[in-house]
């Protein structure tokens, strides 16, 4: 079974800019989330969604939003970038099961200069 | 405000020891704690599980230990090998709205087993 994809693994934009991460979840996983890494801060919660309907957020401004289509994919959108926004930022799914781990994407890391 | 820490940003062991990482958590909701490994470029992996009914859960070199009381938990690895240098994330939940479980992350703390 493939793993949690995502795409781009690099990119690297400039401030004021907006930017769409792709997030391709495992076959059959229906709830995907986002995180944020940053050195020192750990893993942040951006959002989870479930059937394409937004079912937690995190402590994040609006101009982080997603969203995620009928097939469980998923994309993070974050407009009007900052350069704090330069980060590591996780997709993970996970199957249904309220106990079920997440099992994440290797990340994209976005630089914002 | 961190509602799971893990205070120390690194620790080094020599192969074949024990290696004990730790993890305190403020929230007294969370029921549900897991620790993660990860590699440079990779995403991180879950590792081992536990219940707050429990105070121990085993899996072959790796368990976890979790002190309600204290509201702290922690990670045995023994033997460690070199291979298992990675950061280690502990995370914690509780069910939230609508039954979904949101993870809190740690900070990390990044293992080094010396051969």
């Known amino acids: 079974k493939a793993g949690v994809t995502q795409t781009p693994r690099y990119l690297i934009k400039t401030r004021g800019q907006q930017v769409t991460l792709s997030c391709s979840p495992i076959?059959?996983?229906?709830?995907v989330s986002w995180y944020q890494q940053t050195p020192g801060q750990g893993l942040q919660f951006l959002f989870e969604?479930?059937?394409?309907?937004?079912?937690n957020k995190g402590n994040f401004p609006g101009r982080f939003s997603g969203r995620q289509f009928s097939n469980s994919r998923s994309e993070m959108n974050v407009s009007t970038l900052e350069l704090g926004d330069s980060a590591l930022y996780l997709c993970?799914?996970?199957?249904?099961?309220?106990?079920?781990?997440?099992?994440f994407g290797n990340g994209t890391r976005l630089t914002v200069t | 405000d961190q509602q799971v820490k893990q205070n120390s940003p690194s620790l080094s062991v020599q192969e074949g020891r024990i290696s004990i990482l730790n993890c305190d958590y403020t929230?007294?909701?969370?029921?549900?704690f897991l620790w993660y490994k990860k590699y440079p470029a990779e995403g991180p992996t879950f590792l081992i599980s536990?219940?707050?009914?429990?105070d121990k859960n085993e899996d072959g070199r790796f368990t976890v230990f979790l002190n309600k009381s204290a509201k702290h938990l922690s990670l045995h690895i023994v033997p460690s090998q070199p291979g298992d240098s990675a950061v280690y994330f502990c995370a914690a939940s509780s069910i939230s709205s609508g039954s979904a479980r949101q993870l809190t992350f740690g900070s990390g703390t990044q293992l080094t087993v010396l051969p």
């Open positions: 969604y479930f059937s394409e309907t937004q079912r």
């Open positions: 993970a799914s996970r199957p249904t099961g309220v106990n079920s781990p997440l099992h």
């Open positions: 536990i219940s707050s009914i429990k």
């Open positions: 076959s059959g996983h229906r709830s």
């Open positions: 929230n007294s909701m969370f029921d549900y």
